[in-house]
C-alpha cells in the first residue's frame, strides 16, 4: 500500500500518510492511488473534480458543504501548513456536532479523508498555504451551506491569532442550530 491510514476521532474521516522515499536527489511518494484508497476505505471512491485553493496566513475558508450532490474530499496540502477541520453533521448520530482538526502540510504529506455528511473548513497557518482536495461529486453553489466557524456549541479550537480572514459567505455563515443537516448516513 502506498499510504497507511488512521482513523480520527471522528468515524469515517481518516488520516493518510503516504511512504516516502528520500534519497540524495530529493523525495518521491504516491499522493494519490485509486485502488490503495479504496481498499483503506472500504469502499469504492470515485473522484470526479479538484479544486486548488491559495490562501494567506490567517485565511479560514470554511466550514463548507452541500446539503445535495454531497461531496466526500481528498485533501491535501502543496504548499506550506493548514489546520484542517471536519464536523459532523448527520443528525441523529452519535456523534453528531462533534469535530476533529489535523494538521496538513506540503513538509509532512498528509492527506484528510473526508466522507459526505460533513461540513470542511481549514486555516492558513504559514505565510501561504495551497491546498488540492478532489471531490466525489461536482460544485454545486445552489446546495452550498456554511457552517459558523466559530459557533460556541460545536467549540472548534482554531489555533488563531487574532481574527481570521473570512469570506463574507463565512462571515454570515449559520450556527449549527440552525443548519440544514443530513440524515444519518
Known sequence: ???????????????????????????FYESFNQRDLNKALGTSVTFVQDNHSKS???ALRGLHYQIKQTQGKLISVTQGEVFDVSVNLQRGHPQFGHWVGIHLSADNKRQLWIPPGFAHGFLALSEVAECIYKTTDYYAPEYERSLLWCDPNIG???PLVGQPTLSQKDAD???LAHADLFDAL
Do not use: C, Y
Open 1 to 27: 500500500m502506498s499510504f497507511t491510514t488512521h482513523q480520527t476521532t471522528l468515524i469515517g474521516v481518516s488520516l493518510l500518510e503516504p511512504k516516502v522515499f528520500n534519497d540524495n536527489r530529493g523525495s
Open 173 to 175: 455563515a449559520t450556527t
Open 56 to 58: 494567506k496566513k490567517n
Open 156 to 158: 472548534i479550537q482554531w
